[in-house]
């Protein structure tokens, strides 16, 4: 929940290079591959694209059998509250997760956005535009995000490239931040998330990530 309040729908595609996972090969998934056992990939994904309800719980330390790592705060923090960005720092896997059109950077409670859920006080990204695209670190195979309406209780549905769906799942503006994971199989990353909202502006934070 914000303490501006502009309203526009919004919808939000993030994607990455379809690059190398660290599970073993590259490309699309192919279920007829047995990746892990030759290069020790720990994923209990199997066939296709796995999509994971986080609620407004704590972020998972595994996910799809990944072992999930949290982005850098610090990084994040070092940045101006209130600039616009189009990169967002702190990728624990190297590289960056830039934005094809800017976010506000803001920090729960008392730096622009108020509230989120789990107790969590950090950074978060506000946009207001309908769409935007998230460029993830090359050989994500596991990724996680929070997203917050700006107020009100919105249908939020998270969706990838290879038709993974989270459905709508209805998220509250105040404190319901809601956490959506998706996790790919051994020998493949995921390309794109949509993530679109039915009638509010919002914020997104707390990224996680696997390769």
């Known amino acids: ?56 719980t704590a972020p998972p330390t595994s996910m799809g059998g990944y072992t999930m790592q949290a982005f850098d705060q610090t990084a994040q923090n070092a940045v101006a509250n209130f600039a616009n960005v189009t990169t967002i720092p702190g990728s624990p896997i190297g590289g960056n997760l830039t934005l094809a059109a800017s976010a506000t950077k803001r920090t729960v409670p008392g730096g622009g956005w108020a509230t989120w859920s789990h107790s969590y006080t950090g950074v978060v990204y506000y946009t207001a535009s309908t769409t935007n695209t998230l460029t993830l670190p090359a050989g994500t195979a596991a990724f996680y995000l929070y997203a917050e309406p700006n107020s009100g209780t919105v249908a939020i549905t998270a969706t990838t490239d290879s038709g993974a769906s989270s459905g709508p799942i209805s998220v509250v503006g105040t404190s319901g931040a809601n956490g959506f994971g998706f996790a790919a199989p051994c020998g493949s990353t995921i390309s794109t998330i949509t993530v679109t909202q039915a009638s509010s502006d919002f914020a997104i934070g707390e990224f996680g990530i696997a390769q």
């Open 1 to 56: 929940m914000s303490f501006t309040k502009p309203v526009i729908a919004s919808a939000l595609v993030l994607a990455s290079g379809f690059l190398l996972s660290a599970c073993g090969g590259g490309g699309s998934s192919d279920a007829s591959r047995d990746d892990g056992a030759a290069t020790g990939c720990t994923a209990t994904v199997v066939g296709s694209v796995q999509s994971f309800n986080l609620g407004t």
